[in-house]
């Protein structure tokens, strides 16, 4: 069973950058398709970025692009995203998730079999 635990996030100002981390149990992750989703209080999770096995292809949320970058390190199975640009509109928990065949699907969190916990990101305006 693939574990996913976050690091990361935090108290930050609006304009400022973060960076998080999802560390994966084993390797197998890194045959898996991984995303980064959030859920604000009282609204739906929401799709952020996700991001081929082999980091070949990368997809962002229109509210990500610009501002977040997502990536992998296979070697070390840990996935990150970089948030910059921050508004109080970011303030979430942040989830990472994987499956080995959510591509087609990977802004859609129920197609994501793995999840981790996912840190607390709160911007202060």
């Known amino acids: 069973q693939l574990q996913l635990v976050e690091s990361g996030g935090g108290l930050v100002q609006a304009g400022g950058s973060l960076g998080l981390s999802c560390a994966a149990s084993?390797?197998?992750?890194?045959?898996?398709?991984m995303g980064w989703f959030r859920q604000a209080p009282g609204k739906e999770r929401e799709f952020v970025a996700a991001?081929?096995?082999?980091?070949?292809?990368?997809d962002y949320a229109d509210s990500a692009k610009g501002r977040f970058t997502i990536s992998r390190d296979n070697a070390k199975n840990i996935l990150y995203l970089e948030l910059t640009s921050l508004n109080a509109a970011d303030t979430a928990i942040y989830s990472c998730?994987?499956?080995?065949?959510?591509?087609?699907?990977?802004?859609?969190?129920?197609?994501?079999?793995?999840w981790g916990q996912g840190p607390q990101v709160t911007v202060s305006s």
């Open positions: 084993d390797g197998t992750c890194s045959w898996y398709v």
């Open positions: 998730a994987a499956d080995p065949d959510a591509w087609n699907n990977r802004a859609l969190p129920g197609y994501y079999h793995y």
């Open positions: 991001i081929s096995p082999a980091s070949q292809k990368t």
